[in-house]
């Protein structure tokens, strides 16, 4: 695994297990020469990952719209990408990336997380998606997700694509075994 897109909040969250967690995550990829791939931005716990894996010595492309480039664009990256729309943004992401973790975060964080899970459900890529359940911060989420597949909307093949760990080495040697699902998304 080469390439690792890590979605992450443009805050910092209210505890600084979070900050702590993303600088750590970028020390994690950057000592196993795993390239960052990210939104591009300078503020929040994108700011915290792409410092540390730059000052790690690691490699980091940043991939963010040019409204939001002028606002907030991180200056030392690697790469830095600049697309016209967040739908490119995402796709790019997608396309550079081998595997998907997401950081604690808000709405964008979310979503960007479920796209790439949607898209692994439907079998339009085969690629690890995983949450870094830092202070137990995604457990509600978890159980949302146990809550669907009780009630039907989800299979529990695919809710079990949601890979999740609170250590960022565990969590990339669930990538490591990860074995897509092989079954379809319609469940009647
Ligand atoms: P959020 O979790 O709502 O803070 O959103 C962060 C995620 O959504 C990042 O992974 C970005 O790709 C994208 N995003 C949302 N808002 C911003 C912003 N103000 N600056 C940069 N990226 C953002």
């Avoid at 730059?54 to 606002?71: D, F, R, S, W």
């Avoid at 359940?133 to 093949?157: C, I, S, T, W």
Wanted: glycine content about 10%; some cysteine.
């Amino acid at each position: 695994m080469k390439h690792i897109c890590v979605f992450c909040g443009s805050n910092l969250g209210a505890q600084p297990e979070y900050v702590e967690a993303a600088r750590h995550l970028g020390q994690v990829l950057a000592a196993r020469q795993i390239t960052l791939i990210y939104g591009g931005a300078r503020v929040g716990t994108m700011g915290e990952i792409a410092d540390s894996v730059l000052a790690a010595g690691g490699q980091v492309i940043g991939v963010i719209p040019q409204a939001l480039a002028e606002k907030v664009a991180h200056a030392g990256l690697t790469d830095l990408r600049i697309v016209p729309s967040m739908h490119e943004r995402k796709a790019l992401m997608a396309d550079l990336a081998d595997g998907f973790i997401a950081l604690p975060g808000g709405l964008g964080t979310f979503e960007e997380f479920f796209e790439v899970l949607t898209w692994a459900q439907l079998g339009m890529h085969h690629k690890p998606c995983g949450l870094l359940n830092v202070r137990g911060y995604y457990q509600p989420l978890m159980d949302f997700l146990d809550h669907a597949v009780a009630q039907r909307f989800l299979k529990a093949e695919h809710r079990a694509m949601a890979l999740i760990d609170d250590d960022p080495v565990r969590l990339l040697e669930q990538f490591r075994t990860y074995r897509p699902p092989s079954v379809s998304k319609w469940l009647d």
